[in-house]
């Protein structure tokens, strides 16, 4: 039964509910002025109160998606972080698709097991699962599930997603090259949640059908590769290079596998939280990779706590390299623009936002989407999406259909 399962939630909730009736039930019997029975009394109220406890919990990371699964709650059994040889093999061999799914109408809950394993078309061009039809597929997109092993890293990372637009498996597109989105999640989290409880890709797909936007390629992921440490999207001394795997092994492994573009205006980076932070620094970091980030509820200053553990070498100048706010204080601005989001009320991280913001300067141009009111969650972010969606498009460059597809009757 999984950690974030239906029938788990409802199960704790009746074991909770059955906890408080036994209490009641089963009170007078231990009312006696007695050692044993008030031991008795202090157990079963303590019992009660945990499985209320518990039922609560369950609850909120199912909605928040803290935790997907019981071994990365418990941290055994995740994704290892692994040291290879630089591989000279096809470069196609740094991602694997796992399986896949043709995705849903924006709204449709996407099914979380696959169940179709994906074929390579050739051309180093994955997409469209054995068995599954492109007709299909130029209908409603598909969602994979991907393995990456980096290159230059050695950090290797499993059950992350890719999805491919609708238009990726229409005619007019065959041979247009898209640009990406990289989704980071925040910490602790789970790349499914950009899936099943941001919903980008549903919402990116109701953009387009509305004509809002065009299409993008979407690449969503865990910002923590070694859960259950947060690793901050950092470079960390003589450890594992987080940095460098989603500046350039994730972009090498997308871009020879799929029909996307690489230069300037082709990638951007966008996340929520932990996520957030990770988007805007990769972007100041690595300029020539993503032009474009969007933060929702990011913060902008290097932490470490019991977390993370010492990811900065107690160099207290690495740290601060590491810190968006220190960057534009005291290095040029790197020619990016980026969107900060956050809420008036109800969010811990409008403070350090205006903040940030105070401090961009030319080149880099800053953006600004403030709710009245919000909070830290998903339902937040899920309105701060479309206005971020459409101001990312405006600047990508996007996928162009064939001439001969847009002028035939």
């Known amino acids: ?58 609850y909120l990371n199912s909605y928040f998606g803290f935790y997907d699964s019981w071994s990365q709650l418990l941290g055994s059994g995740t994704a290892p972080i692994v ?40 051309h180093g061009d994955l997409g469209g699962g054995a068995g599954s039809s492109r007709q299909v597929l130029a209908q409603t997109g598909e969602l994979l599930v991907v393995n990456i092993t980096g290159q230059h890293s050695g950090i290797a990372v499993f059950n992350d997603f890719v999805y491919l637009p609708p238009q990726y498996f229409q005619p007019a597109y065959a041979h247009a090259r898209f640009p990406v989105l990289l989704a980071l999640s925040g910490y602790p989290g789970s790349s499914w949640s950009i899936v099943s409880r941001l919903k980008l890709p549903g919402a990116q797909e109701s953009l387009v059908h509305a004509g809002k936007i065009k299409p993008t390629v979407i690449v969503m992921m865990n910002s923590a590769v ?30 020879h596998s799929f029909r996307v573009q690489s230069g300037p205006g082709s990638w ?43 990811l900065y070498g107690n160099n207290a100048g690495y740290q601060d390299e590491n810190s968006p706010d220190w960057r534009l204080q005291h ?4 020619p990016i623009s980026v969107l900060v989001a956050s809420s008036k009320i109800g969010e811990r991280t409008y403070g350090g936002t205006l903040r940030f913001v ?13 709710l009245a009111q919000g909070g830290h969650n998903f339902g937040t972010w899920g309105r701060e999406l479309p206005q971020s969606l459409m101001w990312l498009n405006a600047r990508l460059t996007p996928a162009l259909p064939s001439a001969a597809a847009t002028s035939s009757p």
């Open 1 to 58: 039964m999984g950690l974030t399962s239906g029938s788990f939630g409802t199960l704790m909730f009746c074991l909770a509910a059955g906890g408080i009736a036994l209490v009641v039930v089963l009170w007078p019997l231990a009312a006696r002025p007695r050692p044993l029975h008030m031991l008795i009394r202090v157990l079963m109220v303590g019992t009660s109160q945990l499985l209320v406890i518990v039922a609560f919990l369950v």
């Open 83 to 122: 040291r290879v040889a630089r591989t000279t093999g096809p470069v196609q061999s740094l991602l694997k698709v796992t399986g896949a799914e043709p995705a849903p109408a924006p709204g449709v809950p996407i099914p979380k097991t696959a169940t179709q394993i994906p074929v390579a078309d050739g």
């Open 226 to 255: 070694a859960m259950p440490r947060d690793t901050e999207c950092t470079n960390i001394p003589a450890g594992l290079q987080v940095e460098t795997f989603f500046a350039e092994d994730v972009p090498e492994a997308i871009e």
């Open 268 to 310: 951007a980076a966008l996340g929520y939280s932990t996520g957030g932070y990770c988007a805007v620094k990769l972007a100041m970091m690595n300029p020539h990779q993503f032009s474009l980030a969007v933060s929702l509820a990011g913060y902008y200053q290097a932490l470490q706590d019991h977390t993370t553990g010492d």
């Open 331 to 334: 290095l040029p601005a790197p």
């Open 358 to 370: 105070t401090l961009v300067k030319p080149p880099m141009q800053v953006y600004t989407l403030y």
